[in-house]
């Protein structure tokens, strides 16, 4: 039940795009014989969504004509002034603009359908697809390369990097209001204004028959990340979803301006890509909380631990837990996942200006990342005792491959060297060894803590107690 798919917002340079096609698309319409009638466009203006799951637009076919208003391809444009691509985008668009338009020496950068967007001339291009600006809009991989560059260069000139949010389960957790609960009745009578929602959490969106949580501390991450990182939205949800989604998250449209991306947008509907970020995949974190749409970004990833605070949150990945609606509670702000993640982006943030200022080699912050990643459990030794299936080769586990990204070494036998064994049973020989010799014996949820929460959690919070539940072996399914 994916509550979210498709949006009509552009990236930080939309305007500017536009402006462009407006420009060339004018001049290449007065190259052509004066009785050639003008092809017209069709709006292609999104239906409204759906009531159901995914609140999903059907695409709407667009015709083409040289002369594109630039309404029809920027759908919303304010604040575009305020993004860090502004500037630099404009200038690329304007070194863009001073070539010659004639279709015999045009290079063709890009194309609004089967029209380049310089000269008029009908051409194939291939390259990137903006459907987060129009669904037919597509530049070349070198003019694209060249915005990249440079956008990346001015943002890291001013000590930014690039940080891409996903929305539901990272930063805020939505249900359609037929799915609550009863248990969940006692939140209509704490439903903050959606005037007033910089300061509530508790939105009820009537006009799309739900309503939103928005995560604890979430105000304060995106204004503390903004100072160090440009932000896009990227989300699979539909249209309607992400831009109210956007607002509630950016009321007074400071952070995102007009980047925010959906699963339309992209080449593959049920893949994310970098291909519509304009900053250099050197320099940009991604924070979601599935890490398999991210199939060409793993290493950029920060793995978000959901946030499940509506009961069909819960139903929807299969758990047959309570939601925290459901306990009447809530994730800790200063020590919940945002709080966490945020100390982890300054961090890297740091070491990247400043640890790695003097460097003469090209700086990565995948590089930086896996450095901080790997010093969360750094020391530590780590043998598991019947937590793999007998046969099950160990290495290939995911809590083994999580333990070692996170910085320990781990082994298959106890020696002196072991700081930790991790198990379910206080009664394994193994289990029974830590005990007698001093050793920390830890549930499996000690690992998975860390790796959410980016620190060595103490091991007294997570004690192997011999009635202890056989599902708490189970590994998070967003990990495996």
């Keep these: 039940m994916s509550l979210v798919a498709d949006s009509p ?16 698309l004018d001049a290449g319409s007065e190259n052509e014989d004066d009785g050639e009638a003008k092809r017209e466009v069709a709006s292609g ?87 987060n600006i129009h ?45 609550m609960v009863p248990e969940e009745d006692y939140l209509n009578n ?12 508790l939105i009820r969106l009537s006009f799309m028959n739900m309503m939103t949580k928005l995560r604890p501390y979430v105000h304060t991450f995106l204004k503390e990340a903004s100072q160090m990182f440009e932000m896009y939205i ?12 956007a607002k509630l998250l950016d009321p007074r449209n400071e952070y995102f301006h007009t980047k925010v991306i959906s699963r339309n947008d ?34 950029n990833l920060i793995l978000m631990e959901r946030y499940h605070f509506f009961a069909s949150s819960c139903q929807q990945f299969g758990f047959g837990c309570h939601s925290l609606s459901q306990l009447k509670s809530d994730e800790s702000e200063p020590e919940g996942a945002l709080a966490a993640v945020l100390s982890v982006l300054r961090r890297v943030h740091h070491i990247f200006f400043n640890e790695l200022a003097g460097q003469t080699g090209r700086r990565d912050v995948r590089q930086v990342l896996n ?13 598991f005792s019947r937590v793999f299936p007998s046969k099950f080769p160990a290495e290939s586990h995911p ?12 082994a298959t036998e106890v020696d002196p060297t072991v700081t930790h064994v991790v198990a379910m049973d206080p009664g394994t020989k193994k289990s029974r060894w830590a005990l007698e010799n001093d050793k920390f014996l830890v549930l499996p949820r000690w690992i998975d803590g860390a790796n959410y929460l980016w620190q060595r959690l103490p091991e007294g919070n997570f004690p192997v107690k011999s009635n202890e539940p056989k599902a708490e072996a189970k590994v998070k399914d967003s990990v495996v």
């Design 45 to 131: 203006s999104s239906s409204s969504s759906s009531s159901e799951e995914e609140f999903e637009d059907d695409d709407q076919p667009v015709s083409k004509r040289t002369k594109i208003p630039e309404a029809e391809i920027v759908q919303n444009g304010d604040g575009l002034e305020g993004s860090a691509s502004h500037v630099i985008v404009k200038q690329n668009l304007e070194t863009s603009s001073s070539a010659s338009v004639s279709k015999n020496e045009c290079a063709h950068p890009g194309s609004f359908g089967k029209l380049c967007v310089r000269c008029g001339a009908q051409v194939e291009v291939a390259g990137v697809s903006f459907g």
């Design 234 to 245: 990227y989300t699979m949800g539909d249209k309607a979803y992400a831009l109210e989604m």
């Design 9 to 24: 917002v552009s990236s930080s340079g939309s305007d500017d795009f536009a402006e462009f096609l407006d420009g060339h």
């Design 266 to 299: 992209g080449a593959q509907r049920h893949q994310k890509s970098l291909d519509m970020v304009l900053g250099d995949e050197s320099a940009v974190l991604i924070l979601d909380d599935t890490e398999h749409v991210w199939p060409s970004h793993r290493d």
């Design 190 to 201: 704490q439903i903050d204004s959606i005037q007033d929602c910089q300061n509530g959490s």
């Design 135 to 179: 669904k037919e809009i597509l530049f070349g991989n070198a003019e694209v390369a060249r915005w990249r560059d440079t956008d990346t260069k001015s943002v890291l000139c001013r000590r930014k990097l690039y940080l891409v949010l996903d929305l539901d389960h990272t930063l805020l957790n939505s249900t359609h209001l037929k799915h």
């Design 399 to 410: 809590l083994w491959k999580m333990a070692m990204n996170l910085g320990a070494t781990c």
């Design 371 to 383: 450095t901080v990643r790997k010093d969360v459990l750094k020391g530590c030794r780590i043998v």
